[in-house]
């Protein structure tokens, strides 16, 4: 697989699209990159730059906001995104996704140290690997409620 190493001097959009993948993969991308990888137009670019473990968290609110369910799941499941912006996640979680994309959303919130404790205890009711990675994040209360 090549490697694509960007000069500050080329402008990101006049990559293609397998350039700007690794791009967004690359934990060596600048924060002013990941940035503007965020606005790609394509879904892949933007969930790899959600998973990039480099992207601030303003970028990851950003990308929170998104209709893509392949986006928010990314976004879901990076530890550094805020907790308001995976509220914005599991509000958009929905029954008409894909069953895999659901429980990949899921799972991901589940195991997210960064998900708000109310968000944790609900997917902890949830049968199967969704409940059981909530009931061991640290944000587990085993309240009910």
Same mark, same amino acid.
């Given at each position: 697989? $090549? +490697?694509?190493? +960007? %000069? ?10 397998? #350039? +700007?993948? /690794? !791009?967004?993969? /690359? &934990? $060596?991308? /600048?924060? +002013? ?7 790609? =137009? @394509? ?14 968290? #303003?970028?990851? @609110? *950003?990308?929170? $906001?998104? =209709?893509?369910?392949?986006?928010? %799941? ?7 995104? &805020? @907790?308001?912006?995976? #509220?914005?996640?599991? *509000? =958009? ?13 899921? %799972? ?7 998900? &708000? ?11 199967? #690997?969704?409940?059981? !990675?909530?009931?061991?994040? &640290? ?5 009910? =409620?």
């Amino acid at each position: 697989m $090549k +490697r694509y190493i +960007r %000069c500050e001097v080329t402008p990101i959009d006049t990559l293609d699209v397998l #350039e +700007r993948v /690794s !791009l967004a993969r /690359s &934990p $060596k991308t /600048s924060t +002013r990159d990941l940035a503007l990888l965020a606005k790609d =137009k @394509s879904y892949e670019v933007r969930a790899l730059t959600a998973l990039n473990p480099n992207t601030p968290p #303003e970028v990851l @609110s *950003q990308l929170a $906001k998104s =209709k893509h369910p392949n986006v928010l %799941c990314f976004v879901a499941a990076n530890p550094h995104t &805020p @907790s308001d912006a995976l #509220e914005a996640v599991w *509000q =958009k979680v929905d029954y008409t996704w894909d069953l895999y994309l659901k429980q990949s959303a899921e %799972c991901a919130l589940a195991n997210n140290p960064s998900t &708000p404790t109310h968000i944790i205890n609900e997917l902890a009711k949830v049968w199967g #690997e969704v409940g059981d !990675l909530a009931k061991i994040n &640290p944000n587990y209360t085993g309240d009910q =409620k």
